[in-house]
């Protein structure tokens, strides 16, 4: 499996971005997804994630602010991140859970200037 995240750049606080994440292979449909991130002297924390029935779970810092979904046709996962903060800023990482594996994504960087 390998998985390929784009959609980072800089944007102003407040402002919108999305990330995707394409998976190869044929395990994503059943697989669930996440999006985890990691700022600089910080570690990996996890941002959303959703499992392979739809059901979304997000850390307290983003809920209401940052929607996980996917789309097992496209074997895509996508985080829509809006009001963003500066302190979103990280290198965010997709990730696939097959337990008892996990496999990552390369990140894209996302800058929130404020």
């Known amino acids: 499996v390998q998985l390929q995240a784009s959609g980072g750049g800089l944007v102003q606080a407040g402002g919108s971005l999305r990330l995707s994440c394409v998976a190869s292979g044929s395990i994503f449909s059943i697989s669930a997804m996440g999006w985890y991130r990691q700022a600089p002297g910080k570690q990996r924390e996890l941002v959303a994630s959703?499992?392979?029935?739809?059901?979304?779970n997000y850390a307290d810092s983003v809920k209401g602010r940052f929607t996980i979904s996917r789309d097992n046709t496209k074997r895509t996962v996508y985080l829509q991140m809006n009001s963003l903060r500066p302190g979103d800023t990280a290198v965010y990482y997709c990730?696939?859970?097959?337990?008892?594996?996990?496999?990552w994504g390369q990140g894209t960087q996302l800058t929130v200037s404020s």
């Open positions: 959703i499992t392979s029935g739809g059901r979304t």
């Open positions: 990730n696939l859970d097959r337990h008892p594996t996990d496999y």
